[in-house]
């Protein structure tokens, strides 16, 4: 399994669906919040290039937007 990290935002409503889905799927990532820890937003910035949010890197490349991300995980993450 690669390496994944989730960058969120408590307030978001794509990130909100994003964990929806995680929770549903019983799926547990680092997660990284990135409006109670700004660092976060700065580390994902030098990641991706842009602080956009959700973002999921996955082994250091950066994925975002929602529908993607949730996608991926019901393609790619297996238990």
């Known amino acids: 399994m690669p390496a994944l990290t989730l ?8 990130c909100q669906k994003v964990l929806n889905h995680l929770k549903q799927a019983n799926i547990s990532v680092t997660m990284k919040n990135v409006e109670t820890a700004p660092a976060n937003r700065e580390e994902l910035i030098t990641i991706g290039g842009k602080g956009q949010i959700p ?3 996955i082994d250091g490349k950066a994925l975002y937007e929602s529908d993607g991300i949730v996608t991926w995980f019901k393609k ?4």
């Open 7 to 14: 960058y969120y935002r408590d307030t978001c409503p794509y």
């Open 55 to 57: 973002c999921l890197v």
């Open 76 to 79: 790619n993450y297996k238990k």
